[in-house]
C-alpha cells in the first residue's frame, strides 16, 4: 500500500465517454480508456485492507459478492499507482484468462463489495483492470504461451464462451490437445454474438481466439454436436468431453397475441444485429429491422438495455423498456448492506444514449404487460400494460399485485422479449444423455462430472445464468478436474484448493 491516505486524498473518477448522439450513428465502443495519471491515483484509493473483500469471491443473498475468479486486486491496483504496469499485469493475469472481456462486461461485483465504498465511491477496480491488460496488448507484453511439453491426451470442448475458451486455456496450457467446437460461425459464444460491439469490440474476441489458435487450440466452427458431429463420435474420438453451452434457451412471455409478428427474442435480434455488423451486410431481414419503427423491450436487465443501444443505432423511432420491479433506491437500503452487491439505481450506458436522443430515460418500472394487439396482416401494433404494486405476503415472500385504473395502449411495431433464460438447450445433453436436474446439467460444483464417463459440465449450462466471471471460474476448475482425471494429478491451479 503506497498511498496511506489514498483513499482519503482522492476521489473516484469515471472514465470518459465519447458524446452521446454522435456515438449511436457507428458501433465503436463507447467509453475511452484512463490516462495513466488518472489510473495511478485511482490505484492509490485502494486500501489493501486486511481482509480485501473485494476479491472473496462469495454468494450473498443469491449474488455475486467480491471477485469469483479471486483477483488479486490489492496487489495490481499497488503496481498500478506505482507505474509498473508489467508487474500488474502478471498478477491479473494470475487468476484471470481474459481481463479484456470481464474489463468490459463484467458488472463488477468487486466494486461493490470494496471497503471504501462503505462510505464513499468504490476503487475503480474494473477501469484499471481494462486498462493492464489493454497496455499489455499494446505494449507487446502478451505473446503466445506455446507449451514446452505435449501428453498424448486429447479434450473437446463443447461451446466457445467464457467457459469454454477459459478451460480450453488451461488444458492447452498443461500440454493436452484441445479441441472446441462451436455451432455458430465464430468463436466466442455470447462474448461474439450476445454482446454488442459498442460493450465490446469483436476484434478484441478475435484477438483472443487468434491467440489461443497460436498457442496450439483447434476451433471447429459451424459444428453442432447432433447434426454435424455426434456425442459418440466426441467421446470415442477423445479422452474427454466438456459440455460448455450455456444457458441459451430464452425464457419467453405467453400472453394473448403473443405469436404477432415483430416479437422477437432479444438474444435473435442482438446476435443478427452483429452478425449483420461482422459480415459487412450493415443491414438486417425486414422482421429484425427497427428503422423508423417504435421498439418496446420487455425485460429490465443488460440484454434489455443492450437491445435499446442497438435500436438507437438503427435509427428507431421510439424505443421503451419495461421492468417488473420498482425503480431501485439511489443508496443501499437496509436489506442490501455491505458487502454485498448493491442494488442501486444506475444509469446505463444505452439508457443515457436513449435519453440523449428522445428526452427522457426509456424504462417504465413495475409494469406487466397484458396483451399484445396485431393489425389487420398480423403484425403487432401495440401493447395493453398495467402497472404493479411491489409487496410481501404474509409468510414475507415478495407478490405483485395490479393497480386497477392504470391500464394503458403503447404503440409498438418491434417487440423484443429479453426476460432471462431458462437453462441450457436440450439437443446437445440430451445427445450426450446427460441427466439434468432444475433445467440444469446435473454435475456437481467442484467435481463437474456428469452421469456419463468422461464427460463433464462448467458455467452457465451447469449453473444456469449467470456473471462472466463465474463462468472462467468454472472453465478453469473443471479444466483441473479434467487434468487430474486424464493424469491422476494436476498441475493446474485451482481456486478451491489455495
Not at 7 to 26: H, M, Q, S, V, W
Request: proline letters at 4%; glycine letters at 8%.
Amino acid at each position: 500500500m503506497g498511498k496511506i491516505t489514498g483513499f482519503i486524498d482522492y476521489e473516484r473518477e469515471e472514465a470518459d465517454e465519447r458524446n452521446l448522439l454522435k456515438r449511436t450513428g457507428d458501433w465503436d465502443e463507447y467509453d475511452a480508456p484512463f490516462s495513466d495519471e488518472v489510473l495511478s491515483r485511482q490505484g492509490a484509493r485502494c486500501m489493501d485492507c486486511g481482509t480485501p473483500f473485494c476479491q472473496m469471491g462469495d454468494i450473498i443473498n443469491g449474488a455475486a459478492t467480491g471477485c469469483p475468479i479471486y483477483n488479486l486486486i490489492p496487489e495490481w491496483n499497488d503496481l498500478v499507482y506505482r507505474g509498473q504496469w508489467k508487474e500488474a499485469l502478471a498478477r491479473l493475469t494470475k487468476t484471470n484468462n481474459f481481463p479484456e472481456f470481464t474489463g468490459r462486461v463484467c458488472p463488477a461485483p468487486c466494486e461493490g463489495s470494496c471497503t471504501v465504498a462503505i462510505s464513499d465511491p468504490a476503487v475503480a477496480i474494473k477501469s484499471i483492470e481494462r486498462t493492464i491488460i489493454d497496455k499489455g496488448f499494446a505494449n507487446g507484453w502478451i505473446t503466445p504461451r506455446i507449451p514446452k511439453n505435449r501428453t498424448d491426451k486429447s479434450i473437446a470442448i463443447v461451446g466457445s464462451g467464457p467457459a469454454g475458451l477459459a478451460s480450453a486455456d488451461q488444458l492447452n496450457q498443461a500440454g493436452h490437445a484441445v479441441t472446441v467446437y462451436e455451432r455458430a460461425d465464430r468463436a466466442g459464444g455470447l462474448l461474439t454474438y450476445g454482446i454488442p460491439n459498442m460493450k465490446l469490440d469483436k476484434a478484441i474476441v478475435s484477438r483472443r481466439i487468434n491467440l489461443l489458435e497460436q498457442e496450439g487450440i483447434k476451433f471447429v466452427t459451424n459444428t453442432e454436436v447432433g447434426k454435424d458431429i455426434s456425442a459418440d463420435e466426441l467421446t470415442s474420438r477423445y479422452d474427454s468431453v466438456i459440455i460448455c453451452t450455456g444457458a441459451q434457451k430464452q425464457r419467453d412471455l405467453s400472453i394473448e397475441g403473443s405469436n404477432a409478428d415483430g416479437i422477437h427474442f432479444a438474444m435473435d435480434y442482438l446476435t443478427a444485429s452483429t452478425k449483420s455488423l461482422l459480415d459487412s451486410v450493415y443491414n438486417l431481414d425486414e422482421c429484425l429491422n427497427v428503422k423508423g419503427k417504435d421498439v418496446i423491450v420487455i425485460g429490465g436487465g443488460d440484454t434489455g438495455a443492450d437491445c435499446i443501444a442497438t435500436a438507437l443505432r438503427q435509427n428507431c423511432n421510439s424505443v421503451i423498456q419495461f421492468g417488473k420491479h420498482p425503480k431501485p433506491p439511489l443508496v443501499r437500503n437496509e436489506s442490501n448492506m455491505w458487502p454485498e452487491y448493491p442494488h442501486v439505481f444506475t444509469v446505463e450506458y444505452a439508457h443515457k444514449e436513449a435519453t440523449a436522443k428522445f428526452g427522457a430515460d426509456p424504462r417504465q418500472y413495475c409494469i406487466r404487460t397484458k396483451r399484445f394487439v396485431s393489425d389487420e396482416n398480423g403484425a403487432v401494433k401495440e401493447l395493453h400494460t398495467i402497472e404493479m404494486k411491489k409487496s410481501k405476503d404474509g409468510s414475507g415472500k415478495f407478490i405483485f399485485k395490479e393497480i386497477p385504473g392504470t391500464e394503458k395502449v403503447w404503440p409498438a411495431q418491434v417487440v423484443f422479449i429479453a426476460i432471462g433464460f431458462e437453462g441450457p438447450e436440450l439437443q446437445v445433453l440430451n445427445q450426450f444423455r446427460i441427466n439434468t436436474s432444475m433445467r440444469k446439467v446435473d454435475a456437481k460444483y467442484g467435481d463437474f462430472a456428469t452421469n456419463i464417463e468422461k464427460v463433464f459440465a462448467a458455467g452457465d449450462a451447469r449453473r444456469g445464468q449467470s456473471l462472466i466471471v463465474w463462468a472462467i471460474n468454472e472453465g478453469r476448475e473443471v479444466a483441473r478436474k479434467v487434468d487430474h482425471y486424464l493424469m491422476g494429478s494436476s498441475v493446474l491451479p485451482s481456486y478451491l484448493e489455495t
